[in-house]
Every structure is written in structure tokens, then in C-alpha cells.
């Protein structure tokens, strides 16, 4: 009952399970080849089977849930990457991806360099991103009033 490997693997089996279902709903064969069923249907397959190798394994060698979380020091750091994650997804289209993306990666530099340098990293990557994905990509990403 309180083996984590067996649990994960039973997580991932529903999972694949639920794909699977929803796969036969798609076209195996399609007018040129194969459809889009195809490829969810194999992989949700295959998945499936592996979950049931690895629940089998997880019996042998036991991983406690106690010992899978982290603690002290490394859960703070958990929190504050998912803090940081929510920020932007809340921030971002009010402020924009370039304001958002600069606190978020603010938050995440900021413990480990000085705040200057936090400030400068995440300034210069998340503008990178932006000009790569806007002129690059030609994928648009959420802008403030002043279009940045």
C-alpha cells in the first residue's frame, strides 16, 4: 500500500488506458496511409505494457512515498518553481510574455545569483525567447499595450 513505484505505475496505466479508449475513436487507415489513430493507439499500447512491467518490478524492490518527496531545503525549491509558474500564467496575458517571463525567471535566479545578475540572465533570455518565437517561429506570443 505504500509503494510508490506501484502506485506511479497504476497512474500511468489509467493514463495509457484512457488514450487508448479515446485512440479507437480515430481512423486507423486513412485515404493515403496510415490515420490518426495509429500512432496513439501503439504508443498508448506500449505504454500500457510497460506499466504492467514496471508495476511488476516496483514489487520486487520497494520505494517507500515517504522517501519520494523531497524535503527541507530542496522542497522549498519545489514551491518556489511552481510559485514562479503560476505567476506567469496568471501574469502573462495582463502584463505580457516579456514582463511575465523576466519576474518569472527573476524569482527562479534570484537565490542562486546576485539580483543584478538574476536580473540581467532573465532579462536577456526572455527577450531572446520572444525575438525567436516572433520572428523565428512566427508563433505570437501574448503582448501588453505597449506590444511587448
Same mark, same amino acid.
Given at each position: 500500500m505504500r509503494n510508490a513505484?506501484?502506485?506511479?505505475?497504476?497512474?500511468?496505466?489509467?493514463? =495509457?488506458g484512457i488514450v487508448f479508449w479515446q485512440s479507437l475513436s480515430y481512423d486507423y487507415y486513412g485515404d493515403y496511409g496510415p490515420g490518426p489513430g &495509429? *500512432?496513439?493507439l501503439w504508443l498508448s499500447? &506500449? &505504454?500500457?505494457?510497460?506499466s504492467l512491467l514496471y508495476i511488476g518490478e516496483s514489487r520486487k524492490r520497494v520505494i517507500q512515498v515517504k522517501d519520494v518527496f523531497?524535503? =527541507?531545503g530542496a522542497?522549498?525549491?519545489v514551491l518556489r518553481i511552481i510559485a514562479a509558474l503560476v505567476l *506567469?500564467?496568471? =501574469?502573462?496575458p495582463f502584463t505580457g510574455y516579456t514582463i511575465a517571463g523576466i519576474a518569472m525567471l527573476f524569482l527562479l535566479f534570484c537565490r542562486e545569483y546576485k539580483w543584478y545578475w538574476g536580473l540581467g540572465?532573465?532579462?536577456l533570455v526572455t527577450l531572446?525567447? *520572444?525575438f525567436v518565437f516572433l520572428r523565428f517561429l512566427q508563433v505570437p506570443l501574448p503582448v501588453n499595450s505597449f506590444g511587448f
Amino acid at each position: 500500500m505504500r509503494n510508490a513505484g506501484v502506485w506511479v505505475g497504476m497512474v500511468i496505466l489509467i493514463l =495509457a488506458g484512457i488514450v487508448f479508449w479515446q485512440s479507437l475513436s480515430y481512423d486507423y487507415y486513412g485515404d493515403y496511409g496510415p490515420g490518426p489513430g &495509429l *500512432f496513439p493507439l501503439w504508443l498508448s499500447g &506500449l &505504454l500500457m505494457l510497460l506499466s504492467l512491467l514496471y508495476i511488476g518490478e516496483s514489487r520486487k524492490r520497494v520505494i517507500q512515498v515517504k522517501d519520494v518527496f523531497p524535503r =527541507a531545503g530542496a522542497l522549498g525549491d519545489v514551491l518556489r518553481i511552481i510559485a514562479a509558474l503560476v505567476l *506567469f500564467v496568471v =501574469a502573462a496575458p495582463f502584463t505580457g510574455y516579456t514582463i511575465a517571463g523576466i519576474a518569472m525567471l527573476f524569482l527562479l535566479f534570484c537565490r542562486e545569483y546576485k539580483w543584478y545578475w538574476g536580473l540581467g540572465i532573465s532579462t536577456l533570455v526572455t527577450l531572446l525567447v *520572444f525575438f525567436v518565437f516572433l520572428r523565428f517561429l512566427q508563433v505570437p506570443l501574448p503582448v501588453n499595450s505597449f506590444g511587448f
